[in-house]
């Protein structure tokens, strides 16, 4: 089982159990100072259980559920604003037998000092149960309303990957204006995986014109992946992309989690933008959103956009409605443009949670010297110049180390990676 600010997550049955939800659901309450929750699922065969049994320990505690149903994350999300606080059922893109669940509070997931209390066996007074009640979002209209009508009826493709998107975004892009058609609506019959950035996405594209757009979602929507050109776009030009019509829009603070490309970075700078850099994580994104009184952001990595006046947390959905809005305009002609002279690779290695820090520790050994400026706010990011860099950190959801390179020359970005991974391989390896 996996615990952080991402969510709580492990393969359901094996090392996360009902008795697992219960116990974490019956600490988070102590969080819950509206005394009402809303409770949302993507679409895993075991969500439907795990959603039942986190009603019940809410309820058990006095706090009234509204259930959602299947929806994605942001819708949770966005609603969790209204109610105070928010549960979804998710692994995000992690495999179909893995489950979670994912805390929100005001809209915002919860931060560290609050995941310690989730985490942790709180006692909570008796109370009159609480009540579950079915509702509806508003989230179509809503996000409909801040995008605004699309014109001309760009044709776009969603790849639901057999996930949660599957009511909201077809349903939310038609409103805008588009032309729609889907793919891969049902879970058992998705021709890829749960996670469109390490997925080839070949179905998408195929079913893409060059002129079109593709749009493929992970099980909870939160991430987005976009493919145009006929080819799958990098994880990061979603973001891009989102920033271009933020800029657009007249947004001018952003935060970036500290693997999001230099390219973005530029790109807000040259037009009048402002960046500061966070530790990599969604709630950490958002924590100095928060204290910077940023208005706009996201993950490269993860595909993550983030507008924090709609909502605290990485949105696919609106991320789409914003890039389809965009097509065939200069602001996307361009961004895309400047992004493609920047070359990623992200890797990862597979070592054991606890091994992590120790790995971690060792490599700083093996690489200081090596490079002219390192960052530790996360792991270890060694600048190289101005255009190049390369990021060492443990996985918040997995039992790998990630290694993720930039630079503005395609093999020189290969040639770091592959330095830096013999360092990881060359460090576990002294440790263990």
């Not at 820090?357 to 101005?386: C, P, Q, V």
Request: aromatic residues 6%.
């Amino acid at each position: 089982m996996k615990i952080s600010i991402s969510g709580i997550r492990g393969i359901f049955g094996n090392d996360f159990t009902q008795k697992d939800v219960l116990k974490f659901c019956n600490s988070f309450v102590v969080l819950v100072k509206s005394k009402k929750c809303v409770i949302g699922t993507d679409t895993r065969p075991s969500s439907h259980i795990i959603k039942e049994t986190a009603a019940a320990a809410l309820m058990q505690c006095g706090i009234d559920v509204f259930n959602l149903g299947m929806v994605p994350t942001p819708v949770v999300f966005r609603e969790s604003r209204k109610y105070g606080a928010g549960i979804v059922v998710t692994s995000s893109h992690n495999p179909i037998e893995w489950n979670g669940l994912k805390f929100t509070v005001d809209g915002r997931g919860i931060n560290e000092d609050e995941l310690k209390l989730v985490a942790s066996e709180q006692i909570t007074s008796k109370a009159k149960i609480g009540t579950e009640n079915l509702i509806d979002s508003s989230y179509v209209d809503d996000a409909a309303k801040l995008i605004g009508k699309i014109s001309d009826m760009p044709k776009t493709t969603i790849d639901i990957g057999g996930g949660a998107a599957r009511n909201v975004a077809p349903l939310l892009l038609k409103k805008l204006g588009c032309n729609v058609k889907t793919i891969n609506e049902d879970i058992g019959k998705s021709t890829r995986g749960p996670d469109p950035t390490t997925d080839n996405l070949n179905t998408l594209i195929s079913n893409t014109g060059n002129k079109d757009i593709g749009f493929a979602f992970d099980l909870d929507a939160d991430r987005l992946v976009v493919v145009y050109g006929g080819k799958k776009q990098s994880s990061d030009v979603t973001l891009g992309l989102g920033v271009a019509k933020a800029l657009e829009l007249g947004y001018k603070k952003f935060v970036f989690s500290i693997d999001t490309s230099v390219a973005i970075e530029k790109f807000v700078r040259q037009n009048g933008g402002t960046v500061q850099r966070s530790k990599v994580g969604e709630a950490n994104v958002i924590d100095l959103m928060l204290k910077t009184k940023a208005q706009a952001g996201g993950e490269g990595s993860s595909a993550g956009f983030i507008l924090p006046e709609f909502n605290f947390c990485r949105d696919g959905l609106l991320a789409s409605g914003f890039i389809a809005s965009m097509l065939g305009t200069s602001a996307f002609n361009e961004i895309l443009k400047f992004m493609s002279n920047y070359h990623q690779n992200r890797d990862k290695i597979a070592i054991k949670a606890d091994l992590h820090d120790k790995t971690i520790s060792k490599l700083y050994e093996n690489i200081k010297g090596r490079f002219s400026e390192i960052i530790t706010i996360d792991g270890i990011k060694a600048i190289i110049d101005e255009d190049s860099w390369v990021l060492v950190r443990k996985s918040n959801t997995e039992d790998t180390i990630r290694i993720s390179s930039e630079s503005n020359n395609l093999k020189r970005s290969q040639e770091i990676k592959n330095e830096v991974l013999d360092l990881v391989k060359k460090s576990h390896e002294q440790i263990k």
